[in-house]
């Protein structure tokens, strides 16, 4: 495991370093690695650039596959190329059925072969970086449904496109490949549904719900996409809310009012990617994080577990990181970014 991650790192320390100067982008702020640079942007970056989101890049050209932990091609272009298959061990292709690993996609048989291996590629990229960043990999087999439509989607979840799928034990619906790509979270859906499920294989105890969101949210790059969601609320008052009420949300199941499952949803995300974040970026990073959630994996009680590692349990986790004693890294700052056009 050491010297996969070591791997790893060491390929990304290859990558060009981007000026100071130059991070006007959420794609030029540092990806997230083991071995840091912590906090990844200064809060006056956070209001120009946003948060870091690195789940775009793929769809500018010139992309090439990472080499996963098992020395294969992982992500966009790993499983297809030039609108054509790449044969693989393991690859199973039917009309209406994708498989790779722990991942078997469920879908109408009238899409291509190569319209639904992106969504494969990008799941198996989410494994191969969890199991980089926490040592997390799968223990079982995801069965993902691929409804039709947006309708489709709501009649078989029973919830509206603000959330991206549907995860109940090793069974999920995803909203529709194909509206994820037109709405550009293609990339993120596929990533969080993946960390979701990878989590709650490898933490058999629950961790809180703040918790176990922002890191779906934050693992996911999909930080700036929430911000961005903020502004449409942020007209009726503050975003911002107590872990308590994160929680309830979160727990509290689809509200039947959609317009106010909409914003109590985006909201209790955006609160506990916040949460997250400043857990991560100024507590000890993957490193830190690695750590408790591996003492968690082996049964240690989670409040011993965060006094080991970060000095406080969980209680006084949430308190510390609650976000309307933190505030907005970005000051609240509104702005219309556009992480998905190439700077």
Partial sequence: MVLEAAAFLAIAMLLPAVPAAAQTHASQLPPLTLEGPYPRASEPVIGVTGFPDHLHEYHWGGWTPETGPDGLPVGPGSLCQARQPIPRPGLVIEPDVKRYGPWVLHHNPGYEACDMLPCIELMNWAQARMQVLLGFAPRDTLVIKNPDSSPHYLELSGQGVWRLYKLEGNHAILE?????????????????????????????????????????????????HLADYMAEFRQHGPVTMAPAEIDAILTAGVDPDQGRDRERFRKACYNAFLMTWQLVEYEGGVVALRDFLGQAAAGIPLDQAARSVYGLDLAGLAAMLDPLATGEPSGGKVFNAAPHRQP
Avoid: C, K
């Avoid at 037109?182 to 490898?202: E, S, V």
């Fill in 176 to 224: 529709p490949f194909a509206v994820l790509q037109a709405r550009q979270l293609d990339g993120h859906g596929t990533f969080m549904l993946a960390i979701d499920w990878i989590l709650r294989q490898n933490v058999s105890q629950p961790l809180p719900p703040w918790l176990h969101q922002g890191l779906v949210e934050y693992l996911g790059d999909d930080g700036i």
